[in-house]
Every structure is written in structure tokens, then in C-alpha cells.
């Protein structure tokens, strides 16, 4: 291989200091360096491969991780290869699960798919991605092919993964299909020779598969590149909508704003790192000057939500859910105290008829007057409309005049 100029090595500095924040562990990082520096001397993009079951298609702050750091790969004009299982789709990964999956039906993976790719094109230019669907090369494998990609890989080696450690101490069943996921999920590597395959820790089973069968094949093996798994709100478990602990990337401006506020302090670089666009500059600068003091903690918390809506909703949007969070939460427009209700009603539901569902009128004929003189407002914004539909959100509130509150707990 030629030897890099000076400017070519800055390059590579440059660009293995971006692949390289809030990375936990890249294996092995002296071979990413090598492909970096190779794909520069030969002015040819890298191949960096995301996997994706599409099981569970609403996409979170703790999905986009990955995915920013797909997208700092794209901006150097490396390609972005999104693999589609619809056929390992159709086993499920067992990863960290105590019981077999669901497997899903085409139609499923369809329809998840295509949600996820509205929801992606908010973080990645779909534009220039390559879109692959894994029954394209699966499907065709018979049966002794099948036996032969086995016969590349000990039980023995299968068995050291840690979920299914844990099933056979706990004398729970696992079921043969199992097995032959991460093989899968490895012959997409062999298939599209990829460079550079993207995961959460929770996936290193799995991604060093791609590495294994790539040599196995007579292939250049990939470079695993593991992200840490993004604690939620509550600053201990995993971000997850099942645990109520996350940010959804399509809510709305306020929702996201008030959420991100709520971000434990001691997560907060580490939320800077792992979900927004700013520059491993920018980070530095704002972790020494909340460390010197220069920066406040919630300063520096309100410009990381500022961040995050201005990324999925647009610079206005921003200023405004920051506007209505002091108006409403710092200069203290609420009570201290607001009754909380537990909501268990319907998630859409017209504003007279949530109203009513609150206690808040003994008619609706009442409640249809006050909207109408302006005396209502649903997170201190004024409802305008007797007609409108709400969407109920965990932490809404509803107000009524200026002493009456109510907020709603799903």
C-alpha cells in the first residue's frame, strides 16, 4: 500500500476521532484505522452494515444511537448497507431473551420495515443507503448449503452465548432454529462482504459471526464496532417503551423538550455523545465548561434538549418548546402541586369529552364555554378549538381558569 501524505493522515486522525466517540468497544480498532486509511489512498467508500428484525418499528432515542453513528459514516461518503431480515425476521434473535421469540409473518416485516425507513430518513439520507432484504440470498440456500455453513461453527462456540448460558442453568428450553441465527446473520456479512458492522453491546455475539464466517469464506473479515446501550430516564434500565424511560423520536416538540429535562445530570455527556449531532468539539467544550462551572448543568441540559427537538422538528420548533418550557416550568406559570390523575380511557378523545372524564365540568355545555372564552389550556398552551381531538400523553396537563389542574399519569 502507498504511503499516506500528511494530509491524507490528518484524515484519517480526523474521521478515526468521530467513528471512535462513545464507542464502547471497536473490534479491533487497529484494523478499523487500516480500512479508513485504505479507503482514503484508493478514494473508495467502506461498506458499514446495520442489521435490523423489524419487530419493534417506533423508534426511540436508544435506536438512534446507532444510527448517528451510521450517519457520521455517510457524511465521509462511506455506504451505508441496511440489511432487512425478513427471513432471520422470521426466527427471531434470542438475544437476551429467556424464551423463544415470536416469529414473525412477511406481512409483519413489511409493514414494520416501512416504518422504520419513515422514521429513519430523520437521522440518515435513505437516499443513499442500499436497501437489502436477507431472504434474497437465504431463501436459496438448500439444504446441504445449510449444512455446510453449520459445519463452520462449533456448538460448543454457540453455547457461549450468555442467554443461552442462562437457559440451560435454568433448565429453560432452546429450540435447534435458534442456533442457526447468528449464522445468518453472519452469512450477510460473507454476502455483501461488508467493512464495518454496526450493534449495540448487546449484539457482539452476533456481529463477531460476520467476522468468523467472513474468514471462514476467504473474505477481508469486518470490524465490529459495539454502542454502549443508552439508559433511560430513569438513569438505570435500558431506554424501552415497555419501561416507560424513553424519548420517542416522532413525539412532539414539548413532549420531547420536557422529557429531555428530566435526563439525569450524571448521563447527560453521555446522552450529548451517543444521540445528538454535535461535533466531538462541541462535547468537549461543553463537558469543561460544566466542569469549570462556566457552564450550569441545566443550561447545559436545556441545550441538549434544544438539540434533540431541533434535530427531529427544526430550528422553530425548538425555540418555541424551550420558550414554553421556561414560561410554563422555570418562571413557574404552574402550581408547585397539581392533582395527578391515572388515565386509563381511550388515547384519542375530543378536549370536551376529556373534560368531562375529568371532573373538571358538571356539563359539557360548560365546558364548551369556557374553551370558547379562552379558559382552557392543555400544557399551558390555550385550546382555541371545542372540536378538538387530543392525543393523551403521560404528564399532560389540563388547566381550567387559573386555579384548576389536573395532571394525567398513563
Known amino acids: 500500500m502507498k504511503q499516506l501524505t500528511a494530509e491524507q493522515r490528518n484524515e484519517v486522525k480526523r474521521q478515526m476521532a468521530i467513528y471512535s466517540q462513545g464507542v464502547q468497544e471497536i473490534i479491533p480498532s487497529e484494523?478499523?484505522?487500516k480500512k479508513v486509511a485504505t479507503s482514503i489512498l484508493e478514494n473508495r467508500p467502506l461498506k458499514i452494515k446495520l442489521g435490523l428484525d423489524p419487530s419493534a418499528p417506533d423508534v426511540h432515542l436508544g435506536h438512534t444511537v446507532v444510527l448517528n453513528k451510521l450517519r457520521q459514516f455517510q457524511e465521509n461518503g462511506h455506504m451505508i448497507q441496511l440489511i432487512i431480515g425478513d427471513f432471520t425476521g422470521k426466527i427471531g434473535d434470542p438475544t437476551?431473551?429467556?424464551?423463544?421469540?415470536?416469529?414473525?409473518?412477511d406481512e409483519e416485516v413489511q409493514h414494520n420495515a416501512k416504518t422504520y425507513f419513515e422514521q429513519f430518513a430523520k437521522i440518515i439520507d435513505?437516499?443513499?443507503v442500499e436497501?437489502?432484504?436477507n431472504s434474497k440470498w437465504l431463501s436459496k440456500l438448500n439444504f446441504e448449503d445449510v449444512i455446510q455453513l453449520a459445519g463452520k461453527i462449533t456448538v460448543a462456540r454457540l453455547l457461549e452465548r450468555d442467554d443461552f448460558e442462562e437457559r440451560i442453568a435454568f433448565g429453560k428450553p432452546i429450540s435447534l432454529h435458534e442456533f442457526f441465527y447468528p449464522l445468518m446473520q453472519?452469512?450477510?456479512?460473507?454476502?455483501?462482504?461488508?467493512d464495518i458492522e454496526l450493534g449495540g453491546t448487546d449484539q457482539h455475539f452476533n456481529i463477531l459471526m460476520g467476522r468468523h464466517f467472513q474468514e471462514k469464506f476467504g473474505k477481508e473479515k469486518q470490524v465490529a464496532l459495539l454502542m454502549p446501550l443508552l439508559e433511560g430516564l430513569d438513569g438505570v434500565e435500558k431506554m424501552s417503551k415497555s419501561k416507560k424511560n424513553y424519548i420517542g423520536i416522532d413525539e412532539s416538540p414539548q413532549e420531547m423538550y420536557g422529557k429531555?429535562?428530566?435526563?439525569?445530570?450524571?448521563?447527560?455527556m453521555k446522552y450529548f455523545e451517543l444521540v445528538t449531532d454535535c461535533t466531538p468539539e462541541q462535547i468537549q467544550m461543553i463537558k469543561d465548561e460544566v466542569n469549570t462551572g462556566k457552564l450550569h448543568p441545566r443550561d447545559a441540559k436545556m441545550l441538549f434538549s434544544k438539540t434533540i427537538v431541533r434535530m427531529y422538528h427544526g430550528q422553530e420548533a425548538a425555540e418555541k418548546a424551550e420558550q414554553h418550557f421556561v414560561s410554563v416550568f422555570q418562571q413557574r406559570t404552574l402550581p408547585d402541586e397539581i392533582p395527578v390523575v391515572e388515565w386509563q380511557g381511550m388515547t384519542e378523545i375530543s378536549i370536551i369529552d376529556l373534560l368531562m372524564a375529568l371532573n373538571m365540568f358538571t356539563s359539557k355545555s360548560e365546558a364548551r364555554r369556557m374553551i370558547e372564552n379562552r379558559g382552557?389550556?392543555?400544557n399551558g398552551n390555550k385550546v382555541e378549538d371545542t372540536q378538538l381531538q387530543v392525543t393523551v400523553t403521560n404528564d399532560l396537563i389540563v388547566q381550567v381558569g387559573k386555579r384548576k389542574f389536573v395532571k394525567i399519569k398513563i
Open 131 to 133: 436497501l437489502h432484504y
Open 96 to 105: 437476551g431473551k429467556s424464551v423463544a421469540r415470536k416469529q414473525l409473518t
Open 31 to 33: 484494523e478499523l484505522e
Open 186 to 194: 453472519g452469512y450477510d456479512s460473507v454476502e455483501l462482504e461488508c
Open 260 to 268: 429531555a429535562m428530566s435526563i439525569p445530570d450524571e448521563l447527560m
Open 376 to 378: 382552557v389550556k392543555l
Open 126 to 128: 435513505m437516499s443513499k
